[in-house]
């Protein structure tokens, strides 16, 4: 009889996920921990039947031609796909399944944080106690931006962009959002829609980026639009540093156009634009928005329901990727 199908994980995962990884599967984890290249990953996968990857692993039309004919599926431990070439591996007949829903409120948290951190000044304040320059409190010191009652434009408002209106209610912050299509109003709430997201810069005294990296989203935020945000404007993004033009962002953070951002992800991550490192008015964290315990254990288990479905029952997987 045939043994378990065969799943090479280009990472390590949380216990519980490499666990049930290895009670269903024959497993093999990267032993490197860190990305297999394309000709690397390729001689890898050779008499495996999925590749579980993360976010970030270029899965690119290049590396997906070379794989082995044993490959029939890429399950990734992320939401975000676009580093997955959806359209060659449908050419293969390989399936892709993705992570959604169960990283939604940690994301959504860390987009809050990323807006209060760059709003409350936080990384400057942290700093200054760290490096004993706390010499006290003036009525001056560390003054940042209000948030209640404040405007937040969200670009993209899928399912974090919906729960980080949720959050941003709490601030009684006014939600204006930029999306494909219209939300219905139950899902809406009174948060004002702009069919054409250039319209809504203007109205922004927040600007937080939910959207997917997409050909249409690649540096959308560039310093034209950046110039249309009011001026002492915040700008947040917890989706993919690409959307954003860096060197436009750095130079507006520079002028003091904008106050401040708050950014969890970087184009080239790990390796950031240099202009970011000197930015006082940056609040920088290193791509946590889905960094909880519970959070990566579900994305473990739900990249295991797609592996399952499809490899152990032949069934579609729950959680299928089309190309677009
Ligand atoms: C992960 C992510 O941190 O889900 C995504 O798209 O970017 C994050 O949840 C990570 O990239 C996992 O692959």
Known sequence: SKG????????????????RLAANFDAQLNPEDRLYDGPALARAADGFD??????????????????????????????????VDVAAAAKRNIVVSNTPDVLTDATADITLLCLLGA???????????????????TPTQLMGTHVTGKRLGILGMG???QATADRARAFRMQIHYSNRSRLA??????????????DMLPHCDFLSINAPMTPATAKWVNAERIAKLPKGAIVVNTARGGVVDDEALIAAL???????????????????HQGYYD??????????????VETRNA??????????????????????????
């Open 4 to 19: 378990k199908p065969r799943v090479l994980a280009t990472r390590h995962f949380p216990p519980d996920v490499e666990a």
């Open 50 to 83: 999925a590749i579980m990857c993360a976010a970030g692993d270029a899965l690119n039309a290049a590396t997906i031609a070379t794989l082995p004919a044993s490959v029939r599926m890429i399950a990734t431990f992320s939401v975000g796909y676009e580093h």
């Open 119 to 137: 709003a409350r000044r936080a990384h400057e304040g942290a700093s200054m106690l760290r490096a004993h320059k706390w010499v006290g409190w």
């Open 159 to 161: 399912r974090i962009g």
């Open 185 to 198: 109003p139950d899902l809406e709430k009174g948060a004002v829609f702009h069919a054409n997201a250039d």
């Open 254 to 272: 520079r002028s003091g156009h904008l106050a401040s951002a708050g950014l969890d992800v970087f184009d080239g991550e790990p390796r950031i």
């Open 279 to 292: 930015l006082e008015n940056a609040f920088l964290l290193p791509h946590m928005g889905s960094a909880t």
């Open 299 to 324: 994305m473990g288990f739900k990249a295991l329901d797609n592996l399952e479905a499809f490899l152990l029952r032949g069934q579609s997987p729950p959680d299928l990727v089309k190309a677009s």
